[in-house]
């Protein structure tokens, strides 16, 4: 299958920092990407759709101006996390749509740990 | 708005069982998806199931869809230990993926 990759696989940062994750697509094109946020023992939640060149749509409580989402190519999207807080501490997944077989394709996750 | 819900959120099974996880969505949608994830690990495609009436099976587990009804199952078989993970259907909706709450299955020897 398609492969999607994230960096860094883990962060500690300290509170009030920004903190940047990157998606890529290594082998297909994608078109939309997803962010989701999973806290432990709990599901993913969806945080945004990018689509290439365009802005994010972000979900219902999710705050646009703590998770700055960019989506320039069709093969990277990166999530920052602006002054982060403790409470960001979270593992966060991406996944990228084909743009030709339209399937999801899910990244290997980061862990973000605010310190 | 898309609700996925999944039953049991927690099972405890012997090895050599059999079980069946449940996964009931509230609207129409044309794909719907298995998802094994591991302690600390990111989520691995099991099965997609496209149409009414599609089972899948790899391995101990079978999955199948009745689209008329909103239900998929995941079927194991046989359990044994290496099954133990938790797993997630997902329903795609309006263009994106809504999550179940996630079935944590421990097999036990």
């Known amino acids: 299958g398609a492969v999607v990759s994230q960096h860094p696989s883990w962060v500690i940062c300290k509170s009030g920092t920004s903190v940047k994750i990157e998606c890529r697509s290594l082998?297909?094109?994608?078109?939309?990407m997803f962010w989701y946020r999973q806290f432990p023992k709990q599901s993913l939640m969806l945080m945004a759709t990018s689509n290439e060149g365009s802005k994010a749509t972000y979900e219902q409580g999710v705050e646009k101006d703590k998770f700055l989402i960019n989506h320039a190519s069709l093969t990277l999207s990166t999530l920052t996390v602006t002054s982060a807080h403790p409470e960001d501490s979270s593992f966060y997944i991406c996944s990228g749509r084909d743009r030709d077989s339209y399937e999801q394709y899910f990244g290997p996750g980061t862990r973000l740990t605010v310190t | 708005e898309l609700k996925v819900e999944q039953n049991p959120l927690f099972l405890s099974m012997q090895e050599g069982k059999n079980y069946t996880i449940y996964c009931n969505y509230s609207t129409t949608s044309d794909r719907l998806y298995w998802y094994r994830q591991d302690p600390g690990k990111s989520l691995e495609s099991l099965f997609v199931l496209l149409s009414n009436g599609a089972v899948k099976q790899e391995g101990r587990l079978m999955a199948s869809l009745d689209t008329k009804a909103r239900l998929s199952t995941l079927h194991i078989t046989a359990a044994v230990h290496d099954l133990s993970a938790t797993y997630f259907c997902?329903?795609?909706?309006?263009?994106?993926?809504?999550f179940g709450d996630g079935t944590t299955l421990t097999v036990k020897p």
């Open positions: 997902a329903v795609i909706g309006a263009g994106k993926s809504t």
């Open positions: 082998d297909f094109q994608a078109t939309t």
